[in-house]
């Protein structure tokens, strides 16, 4: 556990770890759920404005896809040193410096937005460096998690997690699409309130979390090795950091080539953010139902069915991509992705040493995004010289190809052994 830990939010004790309390009487862990929920809106937010500011700007869609696939190589990048810097620094203050370069850098895209200098351009910019941000935030806050609640929460804390995020994804999206039909830069300005707030919050969580130093500092490249070799090691991480890239390649692909093709088919911004925000209802439903879930299904059943259903389940969506009913296969395909998430966060969190919990998390996060970074151009280019079905088509066999290398791996037999292990605190 990370060193030294008196009081996190109230509730730590004096040899280092969290105290055993409810979730909810957990004060730190209240405090950074609050502000990542507003956060995350706003990030939700921002996240539908972007490609909506874009085709506004050049009426492109390849375009629109070009600056999101931009984005997601820098996160890609970034992630590769963020997670030893989340093991050297401490990580509160690390959340609050990304979260007020954040807040900062939104607040000036939309005044740039009103006084009309926001070329796309100075969009991409923007874009960049608000996600590199963000992946030196994330894996701070990750390998913080442990030292807020006790070993034996942390799957209950991760669906908590999970269903902030999916609740921030069903808000998010229909706010951005409303506000972005008021105002080009009403949501972007929303966004800084919402990194604002997140500060306020993160700034009160009680405790010391620098990471311990239990050896030499490494250079930071050596450090990044350390934490690819760590993962490629535990068979439950190397399953998925093979088969995760290709399910976020297929959801991330589904989700922008909706935006676009219901765009494209003349379907009005407020309409295409209630169409993402029922898309995300389907994940926050999952996220209430993932602590019945956890426990009574295997997870590596619960990994074929998402996989297996979701394939399916797309391709109805290609069927419905000209209408706001795509929605209803795509959310039905989210149901079983908080249960499973939380079962493997959990799993990931224990099999790092607490002085690698950032390297570790942000290498399988970076590996399992690394192939979803080509999502977003992959999808503009089927949407603008092929159509919407076949983009949707193609993100189906992705998934198929993710339900048949889960099942051959064995990795996830281990994962369900770790889960079960009686020896948690």
Known sequence: MVGNVSDVGGTGTAVGAPRVVPLRDNAGFRLLWIGQLLSDTGSETGRLAYPLLILALTHSAVLAGAVGTARAIAVFCVQLPGGPLADRFDRRLTMIACD???ALLLALLAVLIVVQLASWPVVLVVSLIEGAAGAIFNPAASAALPAIVPDGQLERAWAATEARMYGASLAGPALGGALFALGRAIPFLADAVSYAASFGTVSRIKG??????TATRKALWREVADGLRVVWQVPVLRTVVIAAPLVNFAFTGVFFT????LRQHGTSTAVIGLVQAAIAAGGLLGAVLAPRLQGRLRLSTMVATIDTAGALLFGVAALLIASPLVAVPVALSMLLA????ASLVAVMLRSAPEEMRGRVSNTVLMAATAL?????LAAGLFVQHVSAAWAIGAFAVAMTAAAVIGQLLPGLREAEALAAAPDRK
Do not use: G, K, Q
């Open 338 to 341: 908080p249960a499973v998430n």
């Open 372 to 376: 979803s970074t080509l999502a977003p």
């Open 100 to 102: 007020t370069m954040r």
């Open 258 to 261: 909706i935006t676009l093709a």
């Open 208 to 213: 010391s979390f620098r990471p311990e130093r």
